[in-house]
């Protein structure tokens, strides 16, 4: 899988779009962005993915530059539910045969 | 749907004693779950795969012995922790993928400390 590095914390003020950068210059052509986020004291959750395209959901948008070494993920209108770290995890499709490896994230507080 | 239930979500041991954790996939049937743990403030850590009807494969430094991973059925998978110790004290989490296409769902894990 391919080395993400992501900024160990950010703020942002409740109701403001929360960006979330990632790197992942190392990244194959078959290795798929995934996100993922765990509020405290739970587990992680699924947020979004992408392949190459960008691609929103409800819950975020996804931004892959053309070279695909680097994304965003953005929150449109954090919550302070939103609180929560952020893991990054570039892998190949997944198959549930091999696990999700997490590496630190970004710890994002949303701020009243 | 993609439901993983674990249990309990906390639990209090005494040093030595075991303890059982249960995963379930509620919605699905799992061949392949995984079990992580993370101590405050860390990310997860792999600590083993468990795999329906045969041996758990564990990470490098978990001791087999110590943590016995059971996946009797194609929805429940035990983590037992023997002879618990203080250090033992951490919150373990199960994740599962419901196929064909669904990505990973998580338990809501278990914080486990060791008196």
């Known amino acids: 899988d391919a080395k993400t590095t992501q900024p160990p914390s950010m703020d942002c003020a409740e109701g403001r779009a929360a960006n979330l950068p990632c790197n992942h210059s190392?990244?194959?052509?078959?290795?798929?962005v995934y996100w993922y986020r765990q509020i405290h004291s739970q587990g992680p959750q699924y947020i979004i993915h992408?392949?190459?395209n960008n691609e929103t959901n409800e819950m975020a948008s996804l931004i892959i530059t053309e070279d695909r070494k680097s994304s965003t993920l953005i929150l449109p209108h954090a919550t302070l539910r939103d609180t929560a770290v952020y893991y990054c995890?570039?892998?190949?499709?997944?198959?549930?045969?091999?696990?999700?490896?997490f590496g630190k994230g970004t710890r994002l507080s949303v701020i009243a | 749907g993609a439901v993983v239930s674990q249990h309990p979500s906390r639990v209090i041991c005494k040093s030595g004693t075991s303890v059982k954790i249960e995963c379930r996939s509620l919605?699905?049937?799992?061949?392949?779950m995984f079990w992580y743990r993370q101590f405050p403030k860390k990310s997860l850590m792999l600590m083993a795969t468990?795999?329906?009807?045969?041996?758990?494969?564990?990470e490098q430094g978990v001791e087999k012995d110590k943590f016995l991973i059971n996946h009797a059925s194609l929805t429940l998978s035990t983590l037992t922790v023997t002879s618990a110790h203080p250090e033992d004290s951490s919150f373990y989490i199960c994740?599962?993928?419901?196929?064909?296409?669904?990505?990973?769902?998580f338990g809501s894990g278990t914080r486990l400390t060791v008196v």
């Open positions: 994740s599962a993928r419901r196929p064909p296409n669904y990505g990973y769902t």
């Open positions: 190392t990244i194959s052509g078959n290795e798929y």
């Open positions: 992408g392949l190459k």
């Open positions: 995890i570039v892998r190949v499709a997944i198959d549930g045969n091999t696990p999700l490896v």
């Open positions: 919605d699905f049937q799992a061949t392949t």
């Open positions: 468990s795999n329906e009807g045969s041996k758990a494969t564990y």
